[in-house]
Structures are given as structure tokens and as C-alpha cells.
């Protein structure tokens, strides 16, 4: 019965979304939690053919952003991790603990010198500078995750491939990282999820006139006066796609990560 009440409350906003979506723009302040009778698109239509390409300029920063943060996050946190979990010295422990701690650290904390930083190196309002303090942040996580997986990969592999003459790039990348194929889709939903739905570092280091992300879209959607709810709930309906979308393709791996770590880790 609990489980029940606990889920219909968390289904409570996916409905007001979802039926807020679909409904006529008119209907929604009066009565937000009615069903869609009858549904319309028109709230779709108008966010997709706006005459400033809010959501089409707000999509396109956000794959950008988040598939090459995700990308670079994965392959530096796989190979950290992999050096870290292989490595007995006193150093590797003591870099691990430094690592680990910086998940403790809410990115607002160290949001003003990372911003002091990308002035210093011009990359503020940039993307290539929101990927960087993506990467910057999220790599300890990534590095628990991974390095946690290693340790399950017996370290015979790793030898037997050395015995045959292979390097330890090459051993990495053909014997270890394919076996990293759980711990990868686990990393990369969460990381994907985090990115994507990130606001405050995209607001202050892009800027609300150099680029905007599907998050700040919805922010820039919603002006003093706004009435348009329907617009507001198109974007928010759509900028849930992508996401579920990752999720979707990758859940079985995604429960294997998971179950694997808890067993194993």
C-alpha cells in the first residue's frame, strides 16, 4: 500500500505534463490537473515553429553539450578508473580519496572560480567551456563507477594479453574496456541525465545572450508576463524525450551495471 501511495505521488507531475501538454493553452490555468478533452498538438506546433528557433537553437546546444561531455567523461573516467583500481601504491589510494571527495563538493560551492578560470582562458560563454567544467566535475563519479567494475575483471586477462605481446593501451582498449560494457551504460545514463538536466552552470557560464540549453530554453520560455502555458509544457514535454529515449536503449545494461556493482563492488 505504501509502495502505491509513493508511486501515485511521483506520477503526479508526469500527469500534469503530460495532460498539460495535449491540452487546449486556454484550459490549462483554469483547470491544470483535468484531462486533455479534447487533445490538440498545437502546443507541439507552436514550440517547434517559433519564430526565434527557441527549441531547435536549446536542442541542438544540448546534444552538443551533453553527447561530448558524455563521451569524453566515459573514455577519461574508464581509463582513470581502470589505472586507479590496478594500482596498489599508497599514491593510488590517496589519489582515489582525492577524487572521491570532490563528490561531496555541490557544483554552486566552486562555481565562482570555475568561472574566474574560464575568463582567465577566454572560454566563458562558450561550449567548450560548459563541457569542460562538465568533464572537470563528473569525472570522480565516473571514476568510483569504473573503478569499482575493474576490480570484479579478473587481472589474469590483463596478463595473459601482456604475455602475448600487447601493450597496456592496447590491453585496455581490447580486453578491458569492451568488458566495461555494463559500468559504461550505467555512467553514461547518469551522466547523460545530469547534463542534460543541469541549469544553473549552463545559465551562468553560457549566458542568456550567447546559447542556451533545453533547460535555460524553458527559463528564457518564461518571461514576466508569460501566459502561454502551453508552450511552456510543449517544451517541457519535449525536452524529456531524449533522455527517456537514452534510458530506453540502454536499461538492460543499465540494470546490469547496477546489480553487478552492488554484488560485486
Known amino acids: 500500500m505504501a509502495t502505491v501511495l509513493v508511486g501515485s505521488l511521483f506520477s503526479v507531475p508526469l500527469y ?10 486556454s484550459k490549462i490555468a483554469p483547470s491544470p490537473a483535468s484531462p486533455p478533452i479534447p487533445p490538440t498538438l498545437d502546443n507541439l506546433t507552436s514550440v517547434m515553429t ?3 528557433n527557441l527549441f531547435w537553437a536549446s536542442l541542438t546546444n544540448s546534444l552538443l553539450v551533453t553527447s561530448i561531455s558524455v563521451a569524453l ?4 573516467s574508464a581509463m582513470l578508473g581502470h589505472y586507479l583500481a590496478r594500482t596498489e601504491s599508497r599514491w593510488g589510494q590517496v589519489a582515489m580519496l582525492v577524487l572521491l571527495s570532490g563528490l561531496m563538493i555541490p557544483p554552486q560551492v566552486i562555481l565562482l572560480p570555475i568561472v574566474r578560470m574560464l575568463q582567465l582562458f577566454d572560454l566563458m560563454a562558450t561550449l567548450q567551456g560548459l563541457v569542460l567544467f562538465n568533464v572537470g566535475y563528473y569525472v570522480p563519479f565516473g571514476v568510483f563507477v569504473f573503478a569499482g567494475f575493474v576490480r570484479t575483471i ?9 604475455i602475448d605481446g600487447a601493450g597496456p593501451v592496447r590491453v585496455f582498449w581490447r580486453v578491458v574496456f569492451p568488458l566495461l560494457r555494463p559500468a559504461s551504460a550505467s555512467a553514461v545514463i547518469f551522466f ?8 544553473i552552470n ?18 528564457r520560455a518564461v518571461g514576466q508576463y508569460q501566459t502561454d502555458f502551453g508552450t511552456v509544457f510543449g517544451l517541457m ?16 545494461q543499465f540494470v546490469t551495471g547496477l546489480t553487478s556493482g552492488a554484488a560485486k563492488g
Request: zero cysteines; a negative charge.
Open 154 to 162: 579478473p587481472r589474469e586477462l590483463e596478463e595473459a594479453a601482456a
Open 16 to 25: 500534469v505534463v503530460l495532460a498539460n501538454t495535449f491540452k487546449q493553452g
Open 50 to 52: 517559433r519564430s526565434d
Open 202 to 219: 549552463p545559465l551562468i557560464i553560457l549566458g542568456p545572450s550567447q546559447g542556451t540549453t533545453v533547460t535555460t530554453g524553458i527559463y
Open 192 to 199: 547523460g541525465v545530469w547534463i542534460w538536466n543541469d541549469f
Open 237 to 252: 514535454f519535449l525536452a524529456t524525450l531524449p533522455v527517456l529515449t537514452l534510458y530506453l536503449l540502454l536499461q538492460r
Open 73 to 76: 567523461l566515459t573514455i577519461v
